[in-house]
Protein backbone atom coordinates (compact mmCIF):
# COMPACT_ATOMS: atom_id res chain seq x y z
CA UNK A 1 0.00 0.00 0.00
CA UNK A 2 1.17 3.50 -0.55
CA UNK A 3 2.38 5.61 2.45
CA UNK A 4 0.11 7.83 3.56
CA UNK A 5 1.14 11.55 5.72
CA UNK A 6 -1.84 11.42 8.47
CA UNK A 7 0.79 13.46 10.69
CA UNK A 8 2.96 16.73 10.24
CA UNK A 9 4.91 18.65 12.37
CA UNK A 10 6.87 20.82 10.58
CA UNK A 11 8.69 24.65 11.94
CA UNK A 12 8.75 26.52 8.96
CA UNK A 13 11.21 30.34 9.12
CA UNK A 14 8.97 32.48 10.96
CA UNK A 15 6.21 30.00 11.96
CA UNK A 16 3.97 31.81 14.84
CA UNK A 17 1.75 28.63 15.33
CA UNK A 18 -0.42 25.54 13.84
CA UNK A 19 -3.42 24.33 13.59
CA UNK A 20 -4.17 21.02 13.43
CA UNK A 21 -8.07 20.41 11.91
CA UNK A 22 -9.59 17.23 10.78
CA UNK A 23 -7.77 17.16 7.25
CA UNK A 24 -5.59 20.05 7.12
CA UNK A 25 -2.79 21.46 8.80
CA UNK A 26 -2.38 25.00 9.39
CA UNK A 27 1.15 27.40 9.40
CA UNK A 28 0.59 30.46 10.66
CA UNK A 29 3.29 32.74 9.31
CA UNK A 30 2.02 35.87 9.97
CA UNK A 31 0.83 37.70 7.14
CA UNK A 32 0.83 34.00 5.32
CA UNK A 33 -0.96 30.93 6.02
CA UNK A 34 1.13 27.38 4.94
CA UNK A 35 -1.88 25.13 4.28
CA UNK A 36 -0.91 21.39 4.15
CA UNK A 37 -3.68 18.73 2.74
CA UNK A 38 -3.08 15.69 4.58
CA UNK A 39 -4.01 11.75 3.88
CA UNK A 40 -6.52 12.09 6.95
CA UNK A 41 -10.39 11.68 6.48
CA UNK A 42 -13.07 12.18 8.44
CA UNK A 43 -16.41 11.37 8.33
CA UNK A 44 -19.79 12.43 11.14
CA UNK A 45 -17.15 14.80 12.46
CA UNK A 46 -14.63 12.32 13.18
CA UNK A 47 -11.59 11.66 11.47
CA UNK A 48 -10.62 7.84 10.65
CA UNK A 49 -7.96 6.05 12.10
CA UNK A 50 -6.17 5.48 8.71
CA UNK A 51 -4.89 7.60 6.16
CA UNK A 52 -5.58 7.29 2.57
CA UNK A 53 -3.02 7.61 -0.16
CA UNK A 54 -2.62 10.74 -2.49
CA UNK A 55 -5.89 12.15 -0.80
CA UNK A 56 -4.47 15.04 0.22
CA UNK A 57 -2.44 15.76 -3.21
CA UNK A 58 -6.31 15.01 -4.92
CA UNK A 59 -7.87 17.55 -2.75
CA UNK A 60 -5.11 20.44 -3.10
CA UNK A 61 -4.38 20.18 -5.99
CA UNK A 62 -8.56 20.25 -7.34
CA UNK A 63 -8.92 23.09 -5.27
CA UNK A 64 -6.02 25.09 -6.65
CA UNK A 65 -7.33 24.81 -10.04
CA UNK A 66 -10.70 25.54 -8.55
CA UNK A 67 -9.59 28.76 -6.62
CA UNK A 68 -8.08 29.84 -10.09
CA UNK A 69 -11.17 28.95 -12.12
CA UNK A 70 -13.08 31.48 -9.69
CA UNK A 71 -11.03 34.11 -8.84
CA UNK A 72 -12.55 36.88 -11.12
CA UNK A 73 -16.11 36.14 -9.16
CA UNK A 74 -14.33 36.94 -5.49
CA UNK A 75 -10.97 37.53 -4.44
CA UNK A 76 -9.56 34.42 -2.30
CA UNK A 77 -6.58 33.83 -0.11
CA UNK A 78 -4.29 31.61 -2.83
CA UNK A 79 -1.04 32.40 -3.51
CA UNK A 80 0.66 30.05 -4.71
CA UNK A 81 0.99 25.51 -4.37
CA UNK A 82 4.91 25.06 -3.90
CA UNK A 83 3.69 21.34 -3.33
CA UNK A 84 1.57 18.94 -4.92
CA UNK A 85 -0.34 18.86 -1.08
CA UNK A 86 0.37 22.90 -0.25
CA UNK A 87 -1.47 26.21 -0.72
CA UNK A 88 0.53 28.87 0.51
CA UNK A 89 -1.96 32.17 1.02
CA UNK A 90 -3.16 35.36 3.00
CA UNK A 91 -4.24 34.88 6.61
CA UNK A 92 -7.82 36.38 6.88
CA UNK A 93 -9.98 36.71 10.05
CA UNK A 94 -12.42 33.38 9.39
CA UNK A 95 -16.12 34.11 9.70
CA UNK A 96 -17.37 31.31 12.30
CA UNK A 97 -20.22 30.01 9.61
CA UNK A 98 -20.13 27.36 6.04
CA UNK A 99 -21.58 28.80 3.41
CA UNK A 100 -23.55 25.29 2.41
CA UNK A 101 -25.32 25.51 -0.73
CA UNK A 102 -27.76 22.84 -2.47
CA UNK A 103 -29.14 21.55 -5.74
CA UNK A 104 -30.57 17.98 -4.99
CA UNK A 105 -32.35 16.79 -2.48
CA UNK A 106 -29.37 13.88 -1.02
CA UNK A 107 -27.50 13.15 1.99
CA UNK A 108 -27.93 14.73 5.30
CA UNK A 109 -31.15 17.08 3.66
CA UNK A 110 -33.01 14.19 2.60
CA UNK A 111 -31.76 11.92 5.99
CA UNK A 112 -34.16 15.09 7.58
CA UNK A 113 -36.57 14.93 5.16
CA UNK A 114 -37.67 11.72 5.73
CA UNK A 115 -38.24 12.03 9.02
CA UNK A 116 -40.32 14.74 8.06
CA UNK A 117 -38.39 17.79 8.28
CA UNK A 118 -39.84 20.48 6.24
CA UNK A 119 -37.53 23.66 7.04
CA UNK A 120 -33.47 23.70 6.73
CA UNK A 121 -31.86 26.09 7.73
CA UNK A 122 -34.83 28.61 7.88
CA UNK A 123 -35.09 27.47 4.41
CA UNK A 124 -39.47 26.04 3.21
CA UNK A 125 -38.33 22.62 1.14
CA UNK A 126 -41.10 21.48 -1.36
CA UNK A 127 -43.44 18.84 -0.18
CA UNK A 128 -43.29 15.26 -2.13
CA UNK A 129 -40.20 15.42 -3.24
CA UNK A 130 -38.04 12.12 -3.98
CA UNK A 131 -34.66 11.34 -3.16
CA UNK A 132 -31.70 12.70 -5.68
CA UNK A 133 -34.42 15.25 -7.04
CA UNK A 134 -33.58 18.82 -7.53
CA UNK A 135 -34.73 21.71 -5.99
CA UNK A 136 -36.46 24.36 -8.06
CA UNK A 137 -33.18 26.57 -7.47
CA UNK A 138 -29.94 25.51 -5.25
CA UNK A 139 -31.06 26.64 -1.22
CA UNK A 140 -28.09 27.80 1.51
CA UNK A 141 -28.37 26.02 4.19
CA UNK A 142 -25.74 27.41 6.82
CA UNK A 143 -23.50 25.30 9.35
CA UNK A 144 -21.77 26.97 12.29
CA UNK A 145 -18.58 26.35 12.20
CA UNK A 146 -17.54 24.11 15.08
CA UNK A 147 -13.58 24.16 16.73
CA UNK A 148 -14.61 20.51 17.88
CA UNK A 149 -17.45 18.13 17.55
CA UNK A 150 -20.84 18.23 14.78
CA UNK A 151 -21.24 21.62 12.91
CA UNK A 152 -24.75 22.69 13.61
CA UNK A 153 -27.31 24.04 11.34
CA UNK A 154 -28.67 27.57 11.54
CA UNK A 155 -30.47 30.21 9.25
CA UNK A 156 -29.72 33.51 7.88
CA UNK A 157 -31.64 35.20 10.44
CA UNK A 158 -29.87 33.34 13.61
CA UNK A 159 -26.32 34.27 11.99
CA UNK A 160 -26.84 37.73 11.53
CA UNK A 161 -29.30 38.06 15.47
CA UNK A 162 -26.31 36.51 16.94
CA UNK A 163 -23.67 38.88 15.41
CA UNK A 164 -21.47 35.73 13.83
CA UNK A 165 -21.76 37.67 10.47
CA UNK A 166 -23.15 41.35 10.02
CA UNK A 167 -25.91 41.35 7.35
CA UNK A 168 -23.97 43.78 4.95
CA UNK A 169 -21.27 40.72 5.20
CA UNK A 170 -23.55 37.87 5.15
CA UNK A 171 -25.14 39.54 1.61
CA UNK A 172 -22.01 39.68 0.19
CA UNK A 173 -21.05 35.49 1.34
CA UNK A 174 -24.77 34.85 0.14
CA UNK A 175 -24.18 36.22 -3.76
CA UNK A 176 -20.34 35.22 -3.91
CA UNK A 177 -21.92 31.47 -2.47
CA UNK A 178 -24.75 31.32 -5.60
CA UNK A 179 -22.10 33.02 -7.85
CA UNK A 180 -19.12 30.04 -7.05
CA UNK A 181 -21.81 27.36 -7.26
CA UNK A 182 -22.68 28.34 -10.76
CA UNK A 183 -19.44 28.18 -11.89
CA UNK A 184 -18.78 25.22 -10.40
CA UNK A 185 -21.50 23.70 -11.95
CA UNK A 186 -20.61 24.41 -15.53
CA UNK A 187 -17.10 23.44 -14.96
CA UNK A 188 -18.53 20.08 -13.44
CA UNK A 189 -21.16 19.93 -16.06
CA UNK A 190 -18.06 20.29 -19.52
CA UNK A 191 -16.92 16.91 -18.13
CA UNK A 192 -19.95 14.78 -17.37
CA UNK A 193 -20.63 15.40 -13.85
CA UNK A 194 -23.29 17.61 -11.34
CA UNK A 195 -21.98 19.71 -9.03
CA UNK A 196 -24.54 18.46 -6.42
CA UNK A 197 -24.05 20.37 -3.25
CA UNK A 198 -20.96 22.23 -1.51
CA UNK A 199 -19.62 23.95 1.41
CA UNK A 200 -17.67 27.51 1.04
CA UNK A 201 -15.76 29.53 3.86
CA UNK A 202 -15.04 33.00 4.19
CA UNK A 203 -13.41 35.26 5.93
CA UNK A 204 -12.48 39.05 5.84
CA UNK A 205 -8.91 41.14 5.12
CA UNK A 206 -8.64 44.54 4.93
CA UNK A 207 -12.15 45.19 5.35
CA UNK A 208 -12.95 42.63 2.19
CA UNK A 209 -14.51 39.61 2.28
CA UNK A 210 -12.50 36.31 0.98
CA UNK A 211 -12.80 33.28 -0.26
CA UNK A 212 -11.07 30.77 2.25
CA UNK A 213 -9.91 27.29 2.52
CA UNK A 214 -10.65 24.90 -0.27
CA UNK A 215 -13.22 24.44 -2.99
CA UNK A 216 -14.95 21.76 -5.08
CA UNK A 217 -13.35 18.95 -3.86
CA UNK A 218 -14.90 15.71 -2.97
CA UNK A 219 -14.39 16.38 0.91
CA UNK A 220 -16.61 19.25 0.52
CA UNK A 221 -18.63 18.52 -2.09
CA UNK A 222 -20.63 16.25 -4.04
CA UNK A 223 -20.76 15.12 -7.30
CA UNK A 224 -23.18 12.69 -9.71
CA UNK A 225 -22.46 11.55 -12.96
CA UNK A 226 -24.76 13.40 -15.19
CA UNK A 227 -24.70 10.40 -17.65
CA UNK A 228 -28.16 8.72 -16.26
CA UNK A 229 -29.18 10.80 -13.76
CA UNK A 230 -32.58 10.89 -15.05
CA UNK A 231 -33.48 7.64 -15.61
CA UNK A 232 -32.27 6.45 -12.25
CA UNK A 233 -34.03 9.31 -10.45
CA UNK A 234 -37.24 7.77 -12.43
CA UNK A 235 -36.65 4.24 -11.22
CA UNK A 236 -35.91 5.41 -7.74
CA UNK A 237 -32.21 3.87 -7.92
CA UNK A 238 -28.98 5.16 -6.46
CA UNK A 239 -26.97 7.67 -8.55
CA UNK A 240 -23.61 7.35 -9.58
CA UNK A 241 -21.39 9.70 -7.53
CA UNK A 242 -18.09 11.19 -6.55
CA UNK A 243 -17.48 12.15 -3.23
CA UNK A 244 -17.18 11.12 0.09
CA UNK A 245 -21.26 10.47 0.85
CA UNK A 246 -19.84 6.94 -0.18
CA UNK A 247 -17.49 6.96 2.94
CA UNK A 248 -20.63 7.45 5.04
CA UNK A 249 -22.95 5.18 3.93
CA UNK A 250 -20.02 2.63 4.11
CA UNK A 251 -19.64 3.44 8.02
CA UNK A 252 -22.96 3.80 8.26
CA UNK A 253 -23.35 -0.08 7.24
CA UNK A 254 -21.04 -0.75 9.86
CA UNK A 255 -23.38 0.53 12.54
CA UNK A 256 -21.20 3.81 13.25
CA UNK A 257 -22.47 7.46 13.19
CA UNK A 258 -20.42 9.11 15.83
CA UNK A 259 -23.07 8.50 18.04
CA UNK A 260 -22.96 7.24 21.66
CA UNK A 261 -21.82 3.42 22.28
CA UNK A 262 -20.68 3.14 18.58
CA UNK A 263 -17.27 2.24 17.52
CA UNK A 264 -15.10 3.05 14.87
CA UNK A 265 -15.00 0.13 12.33
CA UNK A 266 -11.44 -1.63 11.12
CA UNK A 267 -9.87 0.14 8.17
CA UNK A 268 -8.24 -2.18 6.05
CA UNK A 269 -5.50 -1.50 3.67
CA UNK A 270 -7.58 -2.73 0.87
CA UNK A 271 -10.90 -0.33 2.08
CA UNK A 272 -8.48 2.53 2.47
CA UNK A 273 -6.73 1.52 -1.12
CA UNK A 274 -10.44 1.42 -2.51
CA UNK A 275 -10.96 5.07 -1.14
CA UNK A 276 -7.84 6.21 -2.64
CA UNK A 277 -8.62 4.96 -5.81
CA UNK A 278 -12.20 6.86 -5.33
CA UNK A 279 -10.66 10.16 -5.03
CA UNK A 280 -8.39 9.66 -8.09
CA UNK A 281 -11.41 8.85 -10.20
CA UNK A 282 -13.37 12.35 -9.24
CA UNK A 283 -9.78 14.29 -9.81
CA UNK A 284 -9.31 12.58 -13.37
CA UNK A 285 -13.28 13.98 -14.05
CA UNK A 286 -13.09 17.01 -12.51
CA UNK A 287 -10.08 17.95 -14.11
CA UNK A 288 -9.93 16.03 -17.81
CA UNK A 289 -6.32 14.90 -16.62
CA UNK A 290 -4.64 11.92 -15.90
CA UNK A 291 -3.61 11.80 -12.19
CA UNK A 292 0.04 12.05 -11.90
CA UNK A 293 1.29 11.03 -8.03
CA UNK A 294 3.98 12.68 -6.30
CA UNK A 295 7.15 11.27 -4.91
CA UNK A 296 5.92 9.25 -1.96
CA UNK A 297 9.04 8.11 -0.17
CA UNK A 298 9.39 11.08 2.33
CA UNK A 299 6.20 13.13 1.80
CA UNK A 300 7.17 15.48 5.18
CA UNK A 301 10.48 16.02 3.65
CA UNK A 302 9.40 16.36 0.26
CA UNK A 303 6.93 19.32 1.80
CA UNK A 304 9.12 20.86 3.60
CA UNK A 305 11.61 21.44 1.11
CA UNK A 306 9.54 22.96 -1.30
CA UNK A 307 8.06 25.67 1.29
CA UNK A 308 11.07 26.37 2.38
CA UNK A 309 12.42 27.06 -0.84
CA UNK A 310 9.33 29.16 -2.31
CA UNK A 311 9.65 30.97 1.15
CA UNK A 312 13.20 31.87 0.37
CA UNK A 313 13.00 32.49 -3.55
CA UNK A 314 9.67 35.09 -2.85
CA UNK A 315 11.11 36.66 -0.03
CA UNK A 316 7.97 36.37 1.62
CA UNK A 317 9.45 35.28 4.73
CA UNK A 318 7.20 37.00 7.82
Known amino acids: ?106 GSAWREYKKGVRTLCGVQLPEGMKENERFPEPIITPTTKAAEGHDMNISREEIIAQGLVSEEDYKVMEDYTRKLFKRGQEIAEKQGLILVDTKYEFGKRDGKVYLIDEIHTPDSSRYFYADGYEEKLAKGEPQRQLSKEFVRQWLIEQGFMNEPGQTMPVITDEYAESVSERYIELYEHITGENFVPATAEDIAGRIEQNVSQWLLCTNRRP
Open 1 to 106: MAKALTKTDFNFEGQQGVYHGKVRDVYNLGDLLVMVATDRISAFDVVLPKGIPFKGQVLNQIAARQLDATADICPNWKLATPDPMVTVGLRCEGFPVEMIIRSILT
